[in-house]
Each structure stands twice: as structure tokens, then as C-alpha cells.
């Protein structure tokens, strides 16, 4: 990390007003974890903050995070708009309004004269941001519609990119990005230490230590170093309780998870020869189980820690008619992204997200051809 990158984050912070903190659609632990974090870090200097993470829904396994009740799934205001009418002329004698279908409809009654359409100008004010922080994700389009809706929001206010991908674009005006670092968490503390804030309690330690858990599965990926674990240690002596976290993150399953566990490993199908393995989910399956999309990455999860010896790892699945999803992960390869890049996806070297316009059973087959073809 530079030496003035630590001291370029603080200055925007330190004249910010309200800040934006948010991940990738399909966010990670580490990603959400962190957001939560930066929350309360923000509180420490006084600042108002949103957690906006494009149409979130909690993991039951993230409960136990402190202030997890404020990631929001969508922007409710980001500008306000003014109509502004000059009635330095004319005064005004009534003011009316109504709905007639899509259209608003503004009834002006002068009180001498007439209104001219020069009179008129429509407005926007600033953005209801000032600073936004994008924790884990390699590139802004896999913000979703966050981004793909708001896209000015982005090249106007200055943007703290934190991130330890391989793949990150580097799209901030500051790049927090290490790819030695375990996880997000990791480059925050890290940041947090340069700058010698004393700010480190309980709650933004567990957020810390739970994004280092996740990343790196309870400390048991090869980017684990000597570092992490030292880090790992002073949150605990801060009061970040490792034994409690690891077990809601692994060893609490809810009934909707274990029901999709069920239909995912009854339908598993591999290529020994290729290490390849891959299930497929589809709408009715969401439905009966009471599961959604988001606890897919639990599900990967498992089939981790069940099958170590595979190289690539294929979920299929369905949240609305003829559009298949997919996640890829696949760590023993060099590149997620580069095996799947004919369906444009997102994510990260050892995550891919991506989508085909087919049927579930068009699309895997034709996918899972295309993975033997890069393996």
C-alpha cells in the first residue's frame, strides 16, 4: 500500500457527509462482513453511511452480525428534483397537483400574466452521496443494477475500490487492492493500523475477523500466512469470538439449506477424468425447499470441503423462466473468469457468474462441454 493512500482514504472521509458502502450482487462473507465494518468505522468519525448491496437477502448464517439490519437491497433516494418555475413576474395565486395514470400533472394559476416556457427549468440537485466505498468486487458492472442504474453516481463521486482479486480492474479513484491479502478484511485492518485510529472494538472486530473466516474457510486456503493469523489473534483479544463465528458460518445449517443440499447432491454429476463436478437447481426447487440463490455459495461451500480433490465446481440454476444462471468455482484452474468468458461473466479468478438465455438442461450441457474443451 503506498504511503499516501492511507492518508488520501482519510482525507475523503474526513470531508465526506454521507457515504456509500456496498459489494457485488452475489457477495461474498468477506464483502459483507467488511461493508458492515466500514459502517461502524464511519460511526466512529461521525458520518452517515448506507450499506447498499443490489437486491440483498440475508444469509441466515450472517445474522449474528452486528448492525446487519442496515444493508439495504436498492436505492431509495439518490437525487432530488426540482422544478423550478419564475414567478418574479406573474406571481402565483394557486398551486395543484395530480396523478392521471403514469403522468404527474402540475395545475399553476398565475395571479397576473401568463407563465412562459422559458419560465421553466427542471433541475437536479447533488447526489445524496459524496464518497462511496466498493468492498470485493472486481469490476463495477458486477454491482448490478446499483451500478448498471446509476452509473453517473460512480464517475462523479469519488470511489474507494478495497479488494484482493487478482482480477480487479483498478476502476477507483483509490485502489486499496493486495492480492497477498486473505481477504478484504485483511487490507482494511491493515489500513486502519497505518493510519494508527485507535477506533478497533468488539463489534468492528467480529465484522473483521468473520470477512477473514469466510475468505479463507476457518483459515484453511494456501494464502493463509504467519500475518493473517497474527491479525486474527489481536481480534480476538479485542473480543471477536472466533469459535462462535466459525460455528454459525459452518455448522448451523437451516431447514431451506439442508433441503437444497438434498436436491443438489441427488442430481450431482462429474467427469473424474476432467475434476469436474456440477449440480443443477430449478425453479421449483427454490419454491419447495423455501431456499434462495444466495445459498448456493453455502452449498459450494460443502461440496469444498467434501470433495477437495476437484478442480472446477458448476451450479446451475434457475430464477426465472428460460434464463439458466451459473456459478463456477474453480481453484484448482488459473482462471474462473478466463473459462467461462464467452458468457461475459463476473466475478473473480476462482468465481464466475454468469447467465445464458437457454433451458436448464440446454445450458448445462452445453456449458459442461465447453468447460471439458478448457480443462
Known amino acids: 500500500m503506498a504511503q499516501e493512500t492511507p492518508k488520501q482514504v482519510l482525507k475523503l472521509i474526513q470531508d465526506s457527509r454521507r457515504v456509500l458502502i456496498t459489494t457485488r450482487r452475489q457477495f461474498s462473507g468477506d464483502g459483507l462482513a467488511c461493508a458492515l465494518a466500514l459502517f461502524l468505522i464511519l460511526k466512529k468519525f461521525s458520518k452517515n453511511s448506507e450499506i447498499i448491496i443490489d437486491s440483498f437477502q440475508l444469509p441466515p448464517e450472517y445474522q449474528f452480525l452486528p448492525e446487519i439490519n442496515e444493508v439495504k437491497a436498492e436505492v431509495k433516494k439518490l437525487k432530488r428534483y426540482i422544478i423550478n418555475l419564475d414567478i418574479s413576474q406573474t406571481g402565483l395565486e394557486e398551486l395543484a397537483y395530480d396523478i392521471k395514470g403514469d403522468n404527474l400533472r402540475i395545475h399553476l394559476s398565475p395571479q397576473k400574466g401568463v407563465f412562459t416556457p422559458a419560465d421553466l427549468k427542471f433541475q437536479t440537485s447533488e447526489f445524496a452521496f459524496d464518497l462511496i466505498f466498493v468492498i470485493g468486487a472486481a469490476d463495477l458492472e458486477s454491482l ?94 479485542l473480543g471477536a469470538n472466533r469459535q462462535e463465528i466459525v460455528t454459525k458460518l459452518y455448522q448451523t445449517k437451516t431447514i431451506p439449506l439442508l433441503k ?19 449440480s443443477k437447481v430449478d425453479l421449483h426447487d427454490f419454491t419447495e425447499t423455501m431456499a434462495n440463490p444466495n445459498h448456493l455459495l453455502n452449498v459450494i461451500d460443502e461440496l469444498i470441503a467434501t470433495t477437495p480433490l476437484v478442480d472446477a465446481i458448476v451450479i446451475f440454476y434457475q430464477t426465472e423462466p428460460q434464463i439458466t444462471r451459473a456459478i463456477l468455482y474453480a481453484p484448482g484452474l488459473k482462471n474462473a473468469l478466463g473459462l467461462v468468458r464467452k458468457y461475459q461473466p463476473t466475478g473473480n479468478k476462482d468465481y464466475a457468474y454468469f447467465s445464458t438465455f437457454k433451458p436448464l438442461a440446454e445450458a448445462e450441457t452445453e456449458i459442461i462441454e465447453h468447460l471439458k474443451s478448457q480443462v
Not at 173 to 194: G, M
Open 144 to 237: 448490478g443494477a446499483l451500478y448498471d442504474f446509476h452509473r453517473d453516481l460512480f464517475y462523479q463521486i469519488p470511489v474507494i475500490n478495497i479488494d484482493n482479486s487478482l482480477n480487479n480492474d483498478n476502476f477507483g479513484h483509490i485502489n486499496l487492492t493486495d492480492i497477498t491479502a486473505t481477504s478484504c478484511a485483511e487490507i482494511i485492518y491493515n489500513l486502519i493500523k497505518e493510519l494508527k485510529l485507535d477506533i478497533l472494538d468488539n463489534k468492528i472486530a467480529t465484522c473483521l475477523l468473520t470477512g477473514m473466516i469466510s475468505a479463507t474457510r476457518s483459515f484453511k486456503t494456501e494464502n493463509v500466512t504467519p500475518a493473517s493469523l497474527t491479525i486474527a489473534g489481536e481480534l480476538m483479544n
Open 260 to 278: 437444497l443440499w438434498g436436491k443438489i447432491l441427488s442430481r450431482l454429476q462429474s467427469i473424474p477424468e476432467k475434476k469436474i463436478i456440477w
